[in-house]
């Protein structure tokens, strides 16, 4: 089975602090995603990875950045983190028999106070 | 934008069987129909995805007509378990990632 893995379930934060956000997935997919899930506003793209080095901005990349130094680890990084920073953080990687199926991770609970 | 649209919320009971219509009107040619399956506090499932007619897995089935505007998730006897948000995507791929659209899913509440 595909697996994905984010660093923290939970996650409390200071404004202004620096957060870093981990994702491993072990599929050896090249395509790597964040996410964040917000009520009443479902999924929403941040950044995405096609390859290592590699990074596009998604819908909503303000306030955001990503690293992807190795194959099967894609970072997020809140550089200030903002209380309207709070929000569950969904890692995915895409692959599968069609090849864009999307893999998620468990996500990560952030909470910037 | 590729835009689906699906109802906001159902309700059924258990071992009724449960039809969740997406439509998308703007489909393209190539565009592939996948659907998602998430439990409160984990990421989103892959389900089932399909091109045309009619396919089957053993947790689901993908209805889509010949004109492909639509499609049509069908649980059979579902059960307290598939209480959850489904979320249906067309075309989503790294070359279209305008369609990587979520959304708000179709939360399904299911009642003993």
């Known amino acids: 089975d595909v697996k994905v893995t984010q660093s923290s379930r939970y996650l409390v934060k200071r404004t202004g602090e620096k957060v870093f956000l981990e994702c491993v997935q072990d599929m050896d997919h090249e395509n790597m995603f964040w996410y964040r899930q917000d009520p009443g506003l479902g999924l929403r793209l941040i950044y995405f990875?096609?390859?290592?080095?590699?990074?596009e901005k998604g819908d909503i990349p303000e306030g955001y950045s990503v690293s992807r130094e190795k194959k099967e680890r894609f970072s997020l990084i809140l550089e200030s983190a903002s209380t309207n920073q709070t929000s569950m953080y969904l890692c995915?990687?895409?692959?599968?028999?069609?090849?864009?199926?999307?893999?998620f991770g468990p996500g990560t609970r952030l909470t910037v106070l | 934008l590729a835009k689906t649209t699906q109802p906001i919320s159902m309700d059924s009971y258990e071992g009724q069987e449960v039809n969740i219509t997406c439509s998308h009107n703007?489909?393209?040619?190539?565009?592939?129909i996948t659907w998602y399956q998430q439990f409160p506090s984990q990421g989103p499932r892959f389900i089932i995805q399909g091109y045309k007619t009619k396919v089957t897995n053993e947790v689901a089935s993908l209805f889509i007509p010949a004109d492909r505007k639509s499609s049509t998730l069908s649980l059979p006897r579902v059960s307290l378990s598939d209480t959850a948000v489904y979320y249906c995507?067309?075309?989503?791929?790294?070359?279209?990632?305008?369609?990587?659209?979520f959304g708000t899913g179709t939360r399904l509440q299911v009642f003993p």
């Open positions: 990875s096609y390859d290592v080095k590699m990074k």
């Open positions: 995507l067309v075309g989503a791929s790294l070359y279209n990632t305008d369609k990587l659209i």
């Open positions: 995915a990687s895409m692959g599968g028999r069609a090849g864009n199926e999307q893999f």
């Open positions: 703007n489909i393209a040619t190539n565009d592939y």
